[in-house]
């Protein structure tokens, strides 16, 4: 069985290497005992070099990716980063859809893209999912639903296993106008449900694909969530970036994994 995961999701912080580096060691210093759950930080692109060498025990992520397949991973794509270049710069993670990433245009088709080009170089694809609101119907699980089957169109059935998804409905995330909380349960009855769409698409090879839970998650209701949940792990954004709280995440997942 997979270990337990905590992702912490920087986002566009901090605002330069040496923040970077300081948050970074701060974690890192704290969590030299932890030996049930795997840590990652995904920071933004360019900290990536400045912080590979720094601890062991915490891999590092992207928060995205050139989605073309193309020979060798390099060609005339200003702006863009290849898969190739992650995996060679040490990068294990990609975060591929987040919801602030569909606020800028993203599909499911471009995520479907994003995900063959991650599998395809051996990096391992965290893919966000999540409805923007919750609608009396429940047509937010067709939502999802959706989503999953879209992104995840024509992946191979053997690579299945190596993907994390991560259920972070909008309207929780810290980001949002309006936000509300989510609770565990909401949590867990969608972590069944993906769980169930996964397997109807991909047989039994999907059994064992870790589910994550983000949106708001922090140091007061992580354990709620590992416990209660339904999930393998957590996604954290806001509390990734103060190490005192991420560290303690990380601490409670620990405690509670087996
Ligand atoms: P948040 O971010 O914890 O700040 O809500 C999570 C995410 O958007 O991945």
Redesign the pocket.
């Known amino acids: 069985m997979s270990k337990k995961i905590i992702i912490g999701?920087w986002?566009m912080n901090p605002i330069n290497l040496k923040e970077a580096v300081k948050l970074f060691k701060n974690v890192a210093k704290s969590i030299s005992h932890i030996k049930k759950t795997e840590i990652v930080v995904c920071p933004p692109f360019l900290y990536v070099s400045g912080l590979k060498n720094l601890s062991k025990k915490i891999s590092l992520g992207a928060q995205n990716v050139f989605g073309e397949n193309i020979p060798n991973g390099t060609g005339a794509f200003t702006g863009e980063v290849s898969g190739e270049m992650l995996y060679n710069i040490g990068v294990k993670y990609v975060i591929v859809g987040?919801?602030?990433r569909r606020a800028m245009g993203e599909s499911n088709a471009d995520i479907n893209k994003k995900i063959k080009s991650v599998l395809s170089v051996g990096l391992i694809p965290i893919i966000?999912v999540g409805e923007n609101l919750r609608d009396e119907n429940h047509g937010y699980f067709n939502v999802v639903k959706t989503q999953l089957e879209e992104c995840l169109n024509g992946v191979k059935k053997v690579l299945i296993s190596k993907i994390i998804v991560?259920y972070?409905p909008v309207w929780?995330?810290?980001?949002t106008v309006n936000r509300h909380d989510a609770n565990p349960e909401d949590s867990r009855e969608m972590a069944i449900f993906i769980r169930k769409v996964l397997v109807d698409k991909f047989d039994s090879e999907a059994s064992s694909v870790r589910i994550i839970y983000?949106?708001?998650?922090n140091e007061k209701d992580a354990l709620d969530f590992l416990q209660n949940g339904g999930v393998d792990g957590l996604?954290?954004?806001?509390?990734?970036l103060d190490a005192i709280k991420f560290t303690e995440i990380i601490k409670i997942c620990e405690a509670s994994s087996k």
């Open positions: 999701n986002k987040h919801s602030e966000c991560a972070e929780a995330i810290s980001s983000g949106g708001s998650v996604l954290p954004g806001r509390a990734s």
